[in-house]
């Protein structure tokens, strides 16, 4: 098993900076990818980001590519999601989920793929 841990959230103004950081532990040697998700009240949870833990291949929504950054760090089990250029829109609570198993062709964006998922941590965007 993994177990995951988000922090990083909090309250930032419209065009700001935060970072997101979600902390593996347990079988993380396992570990084929990371994902992060959100979900803003009312709404379904959607697909933001995604990597693979080898090699590091990222793949982003479009509603946040150029303004959010996927990346990891080996060492520390630890996977980062910067976003910058912050809208109110990005308001949401923020989720980690790890996907254990390889597969061909990552399915990024099906929740259903991911085995393993964080608390979430909230993230809100003042106008």
């Known amino acids: 098993q993994v177990q995951l841990v988000e922090s990083g959230g909090g309250l930032v103004q419209a065009g700001g900076s935060l970072r997101l950081s979600c902390a593996a532990s347990?079988?993380?040697?396992?570990?084929?990818?990371m994902g992060w998700f959100r979900q803003a009240p009312g709404k379904e949870r959607e697909f933001v980001a995604g990597?693979?833990?080898?090699?590091?291949?990222?793949y982003l929504a479009d509603s946040v590519k150029g303004r959010f950054t996927i990346s990891r760090d080996n060492s520390k089990n630890t996977v980062y999601l910067q976003m910058n250029s912050l809208k109110p829109e990005d308001t949401a609570v923020y989720y980690c989920?790890?996907?254990?198993?390889?597969?061909?062709?990552?399915?990024?964006?099906?929740?259903?793929?991911?085995?393993?998922w964080g608390q979430g941590t909230q993230v809100t965007v003042s106008s």
């Open positions: 989920a790890a996907r254990l198993s390889a597969t061909f062709r990552p399915r990024w964006t099906d929740q259903q793929w991911y085995d393993s």
């Open positions: 347990g079988r993380t040697f396992t570990t084929y990818a």
């Open positions: 990597i693979r833990w080898s090699g590091g291949l990222t």
